[in-house]
């Protein structure tokens, strides 16, 4: 990038002493943390102005030093919403006698959600119209929409903070009237009774917006007079609530990462008692469908690792009644299963690739969906309909966009519903690659890296290549096809994603193996990532990058702490980066939920692993690459105030002149920017940073 004169703001310290098992920490930044109390307020106190001002000193530097760059970030977004078709829609689908869909409009940032009668040719009927909501917000999302039996009322929930908490209404499809029912900090989800009058809703905790509380709640009623049904003291659990897709059940789960629990009740008879399926137990999950007489159960009991499917009579629920419907297998993570009247639709993933096998339940008929490509993403559609032969499933690889497919179980044909356009009349399929390959961690095990890059990228050293990871959760990074990521493949990048420890890649044994005291497996596999790509001349380490989000940002600070020499650039989107502080502290949202994933550092044992990595505290007096660190300030998932005290860390003790950059969005919160072009704005300041310390700004690109 470009010399200039401007000066990084320098945060100013107020030493504060943190003491936990003799050990002493001074956290010379704690005082950017505000309350949400005090970033709501009109008024704001003397530490609000001062943290306010900070960030935008932060702000205000990484503009001036970027300047330059402005005429090429906005040329690069058009080229990015160039290739989306702007008036798209989604593919109907039907659900108790409606088709529903969702559609946007030429130049409109929200969509609009309709649904027709019966069938495609009928008159559309406007249920949302999410552009003409968003009028008056700077940040609005729409979500949660929930249509009632007899097809006449919705609930919907509204987020105009980007904390996720949502407020419910309910709409009257046939007036257009929204009823005066108010029903506040709720999780935007909701559930309706047969009567057509009573719904079910989850509430938060105010202050950590744990899910903590169901309700019920009568149409026409006040929200205080609404009755609690359950609470989930257990401040590990979560709970919500959902209804079978035989609409006969209404289900309320409790889940922490090692436990679930689910309750049902006739979904008839809204006053009555729930009753409870199995209790919960330590390491015993499982999750419900119902179908006839059983209910049917994905569960990982009896030390099924990679989940089995089981079924239980209505009558006699508890797990000793359970019997094996899908066994367990050694080499094949049971992700997911759906039901319909003749046929199991079974989500699975063996050697890290998703599969959709087909299984009759009269036992005539059981076979996988064919998929060629080395690597790809297939995953399976809701389904409302219950009694159909169709399937809707979706398909895409990094080289193919992606397709909406209906499967005819019956006769095994298929019909492409939609297929993603990619506007622009450059993008043909033939001109990208696509590989997997495997690089050997430092404790023997094999990492899959899932490549794509432009056909005429020469591979060398001197290749610019940007790797990505996640790695928490078990949450698996699919292999999926970007319109955005184009334009760096176009400009000669190569992408890689690194399928490490943490996610559930190679099944669930992968995910166990990158949590708790094997975190730093997570780390350490996407270092052993980087070298293999150098040691193999793919790229060098002057040009290569690294990014992550959330967790994943928690990923980018511990490999720059390990191996900061390795990487020219690194980008850190709303990154959990002060680990030990926020695990520490139960009031912070997702702390108590998140033990089984980190460890509780009220554990000496579990103290000393996390501090050993949590980027914040690990920064030192040295070299650092390049950085572009990404936050909201109304995230409710990861705190602003976590990457803006590591900015200043960094800041005071890095020795380089390398680029340190903090970018908040003072509107927005950890999904970032609500409507559409204003996402693409932030992919485009990403990549912009990217092709700028590539000197890659005016660049010719690559020819077909």
Known sequence: MKSTDAKAPIAHKEPTTLEKHGDVRIDNYFWMRLSDEQKLAKEKDTQTTQVVDYLNSENTYYEEVTAYTKDFQESLFQEMKGRIKEDDSSVPYKDNGYYYSTRYEVGKQYPIYSRKKESLTAKEEIMFDVNEMSKDFDYYQLGGLNISEDNKLVVFATDTVSRRQYVLRIKNLETGEIYKDIIENTTGGSVWANDNRTIF????DPITLRSEKIFRH????SASEDVEVFHEKDDTFGTYVTKSKSNKYIIIGSYSTLSTEAQFLDANNPTGVFTMLQPRERDLEYSVAHYENHFYLLTNKDGATNFKLMKTGIESTEKEHWVDVIPHREDTLLEDFSIFKDYLVLEERTNGLNTIRIKRWDQKEDYYLPFDEETYSAGVYDNPEFDTDIIR??????????????FNMKDQSKEIKKEQEVLGGKFQKENYISERVWATARDGKKVAISLVYHKNTQLNKDTPLLQYAYGSYGYTVSDGFSTTRLSLLDRGFVFALAHIRGGQYLGRDWYEDGKMLHKKNTFTDFVDCSKYLIENNYTSSAHLYAMGGSAGGLLMGA??????ELYNGIIAAVPFVDVISTMLDDSIPLT???YDEWGNPNEKEYYDYIKSYSPYDQVEAK????MLITTGYFDSQVQYWEPAKWVAKLRELKTDTNLLFLHTNMDAGHGGASGRFDALKETAEEYTFLLALEDKLDIELLKP
């Open 218 to 221: 009568v149409l026409g009623t």
């Open 201 to 204: 809703y989850t509430k938060k």
């Open 592 to 594: 108590t939920g998140e």
């Open 623 to 626: 070299d650092y690459p390049n």
């Open 559 to 564: 490999v720059v702490n390990m191996n900061p």
């Open 393 to 406: 499933f979706s398909y895409n690889s990094m080289t193919t966009p992606r397709s909406v497919i209906d």
